[in-house]
């Protein structure tokens, strides 16, 4: 894991930005934190970000881009997940 001073750079620069859906936080988090970027750091920077319920996050680490499955979750999916904190 990453120390948090490596990580919220990323989060705060979500919060501050302007999006349109889950997907294209989750896109943005991937160039924000480069090589950093994991299910673990893209749930923390949900959480720290945008206030994400903790098991909400752990479900949104299942996204798609991260591997596949049967438990993976869709664009369409993340988007109906992280709507309640996304929708400002």
Known sequence: MYAPSLLD?????????DFRG???VA?????????RFSSVTFM???M??????YSAACDASRWHEFHGGPR?????DLEKLLAPWLDR
């Open 48 to 53: 720290r970000a945008f206030e994400v319920e």
């Open 22 to 24: 889950a997907t294209q």
């Open 27 to 35: 896109r943005e988090a991937r160039t924000l934190l480069g090589e």
């Open 44 to 46: 923390y920077v949900l």
């Open 9 to 17: 750079p990323a989060a705060e620069s979500l919060k501050l930005a």
């Open 72 to 76: 993976a979750l869709s664009d369409a």
